[in-house]
């Protein structure tokens, strides 16, 4: 297997492979029938950012897709997009590009390999398993290279494993550590299973809030699959756009990718909904892995006391006990999150900068980083809201 040659590709269009052939890289684990580990880098959602405009021309996400073919067949591939600007990515970048520019360099267009506006961890070099070493490295090598060839500054690979990211430092990219705060499923039953892990204070806090978000007015909705019509769609683009310009100023998504995903993934999404007096009023879209619950937007069109904690993150853990899930994962920020019952962990992303000395300035940089993260992680942790000790009052 060593001696085979591997030829390195772009194709602009998921149009332009299979389904099938492109899903055999990105999710082998779907052959026994299953849910991909997490859906986000499956032919069906990559292809609902493309057709629906989400991503493309003028949006600053442009996709170049890598390809690593060996004997005529397709055994690895990564989604490359070149970007114009660093909005959407979550790992930021923006002080980089900044003092780049400001010494005289050009920082755009640049190199990502990720899931455009999706900061959830997940296999960014798709490689079939037996290909798995001499593949992931010819995707990172024909990265690079084509970055150098053609002047582009930087290629960045962001939320992707940490194996992926231990290999790819290995290989001679920088590693940079961040952090998300992620709910684990330590074998509850109930929901009162897991508060019974929480001190008392946080334990009523919760049970406050979930009291307060419930008395709103209406009744919440759990749906998925066959459930999820297109009048949820049409009420959650109003949610989306509004939380989607309070935030960012532009959505990131378009209308026609929820159409899209209504016909392609609703059997990947939960969509929870906040109904009163027949209109729907709140909602929180949620994408389903194989043990991982991912959490990604939330919007409303009218404000209720901690509607928002019971939408994102109670009914989320609902859920995820319910199915037998491993992990909800919330998305990125938010330290609000620790007195709920999410924890820090870290994500990995790894770069490459073509100019050396800028290089060795963001090494050190990222050095320092890591100690204040890791730093961060502990202290945050250490103020959870779990019980301290066994023997805590009831």
Not at 361 to 380: F, K, M, Q, S, T
């Amino acid at each position: 297997m060593s001696d085979t040659q591997i030829e390195i590709s772009i194709f602009n269009s998921l149009s332009d492979i299979s389904a099938e052939e492109w899903d055999a890289c990105a999710s082998p684990e779907t052959a026994d029938g299953g849910r991909p580990v997490d859906p986000f880098t499956t032919h069906r959602f990559l292809s609902a950012l493309e057709e629906s405009g989400s991503v493309g021309q003028g949006t600053g996400w442009q996709p170049r897709y890598l390809a690593a073919r060996a004997g005529g067949g397709l055994i690895g591939t990564a989604p490359l997009y070149v970007k114009s600007h660093s909005q959407g990515e979550y790992i930021f970048d923006h002080n980089w590009a900044q003092a780049y520019e400001r010494a005289g360099g050009r920082y755009f267009p640049k190199f990502q390999i990720a899931v455009p506006f999706t900061p959830a961890t997940g296999r960014r070099f798709l490689v079939r398993p037996e290909f798995q070493e001499m593949a992931q490295a010819a995707l990172v090598q024909g990265a690079v290279q084509l970055a150098a060839e053609n002047s582009i500054s930087s290629v960045h690979i962001t939320f992707c494993t940490e194996e992926e990211a231990i290999a790819g430092e290995q290989m001679g990219l920088m590693h940079r550590i961040t952090q998300q705060f992620h709910w684990v499923n330590n074998g509850y039953t109930t929901f009162d299973d897991f508060l019974a892990t929480l001190s008392s204070r946080k334990r009523k806090n919760i049970r406050k809030e979930r009291a307060t978000a419930q008395a709103f007015g209406g009744r919440i909705h759990a749906l998925t699959g066959d459930q999820i019509e297109p009048e949820h769609w049409d009420a959650f683009w109003r949610f989306y756009q509004d939380t989607g310009a309070r935030k960012w100023g532009t959505p990131y998504l378009t209308r026609a990718f929820f159409d899209i995903a209504q016909e392609t993934m609703r059997d990947d999404m939960m969509l929870i909904m906040a109904e009163r007096d027949g209109q729907y009023v709140a909602g929180a879209l949620n994408f389903v892995g194989r043990d991982v619950l991912f959490g990604r937007y939330w919007g409303a069109i009218e404000d209720h006391p901690c509607l928002h904690f019971e939408a994102c993150y109670y009914q989320a853990i609902d859920y995820a006990i319910a199915h037998g899930l491993g992990r909800v994962e919330a998305g990125a920020q938010g330290e609000h999150k620790l007195a709920r019952g999410y924890l820090p962990v870290t994500t990995h992303s790894l770069h490459w900068v073509a100019d050396q000395g800028f290089a060795r300035a963001i090494g050190e940089y990222l050095n320092a980083e890591r100690e204040a993260v890791d730093e961060e992680i502990e202290i945050l942790t250490s103020y959870g809201p779990f019980k301290k000790t066994t023997s805590e009052d009831e």
